[in-house]
């Protein structure tokens, strides 16, 4: 089996430094060669990890894991020709939801991925957990049994749609707090934080149960628990995005929840503020860019 992981961020790097270490043939894949520098599990023993740009690539994969930002997924879209065959595995390995749907190709996944880690050039840490959850099928179960003897964790879920939810709630709310207060996760010792992070969930809730996905009553507090658990240094991909000055995957998160609250024709004044916030300043950015 080939693999190709597209992205070399904190998870493309991750996964494919895991995947080579019991499968040689897994390809790092970036726009430019270069190396990466990576640190599992957030120690101190360095291994290193070559990035092959597109154009020196040549052949075509037998997976293929996309671990790129949400924005820049039409761009993998026009490289795939080159480097995936007919019966090519393709995995989204990204936040939010909805962009499958825009890639032609007949066998195409949404992961939903707990994968910790944060990129500084071309140092990549490693904080914690290898899991992606996969809906089970047939090419899945492969897959899981191809990857077993890796760290990479495949979690084949009956119905995919619960997890890539409560996945969008989890980033929903520390995702836009982060990245509006321009803090990360300690942001949430104020007692007011908390009451808006809980506010901007409760509207999530909303579209998700409106979407059929209906959850426990504790979810909202069984969510806070979890960012109760993140170090208060600890930032989101969104509260680095803004630190950095780089474009958000706002339409991937708070955006596809919006246009969901829209059509269900919800009352969600938190969510419809930090989607407003969040798309302004990404736009912002854009045009800036284009100048």
């Not at 994969?61 to 671990?67: G, K, L, N, R």
């Not at 982060?178 to 969930?201: D, F, N, V, Y």
């Not at 059929?212 to 991909?237: A, L, N, W």
Request: neutral net charge; hydrophobic residues 35%.
């Amino acid at each position: 089996m080939t693999i190709a992981v597209i992205g070399p961020g904190a998870v493309g790097t991750t996964i494919a430094a895991e995947l080579k270490a019991v499968l040689p043939d897994t390809q790092l894949i970036g726009r430019h060669n270069k190396t990466m520098t990576y640190f599992p599990e957030n120690t101190s023993q360095a291994q290193n990890i070559d990035v092959v740009s597109y154009d020196n690539t040549h052949h075509s994969f037998d997976v293929i894991i996309i671990a790129v930002k949400t924005h820049q997924l039409q761009n993998v879209i026009k490289q795939l020709p080159t480097i995936a065959h007919k019966d090519s595995l393709i995995i989204l390995a990204q936040n939010g939801y909805g962009q499958s749907q825009h890639i032609p190709h007949q066998h195409v996944y949404q992961a939903v991925v707990y994968i910790s880690g944060q990129k500084r050039n071309d140092k990549i840490t490693h904080f914690r957990d290898y899991r992606l959850h996969l809906q089970d099928s047939s090419d899945t179960r492969k897959l899981k049994q191809q990857l077993s003897s890796s760290k990479i964790e495949l979690i084949l879920e009956s119905d995919i749609q619960n997890k890539i939810w409560y996945k969008l709630l989890v980033n929903l709310g520390i995702n836009s707090i982060t990245a509006i207060g321009h803090q990360p996760a300690k942001i949430l010792q104020s007692t007011h934080m908390k009451e808006i992070c809980r506010s901007i969930l409760n509207d999530g809730l909303q579209v998700a149960q409106s979407e059929g996905i209906h959850f426990p009553d504790q979810t909202i507090d069984d969510i806070m628990k979890i960012y109760q658990g993140y170090p208060d240094e600890m930032g989101t991909s969104m509260y680095y995005e803004v630190l950095n000055q780089q474009p958000l995957e706002v339409e991937a998160i708070q955006g596809y929840i919006y246009q969901k609250a829209r059509f269900h024709k919800l009352n969600t004044p938190y969510l419809d503020t930090v989607y407003t916030f969040l798309k302004a300043y990404h736009l912002k950015f854009i045009e800036t860019k284009d100048l």
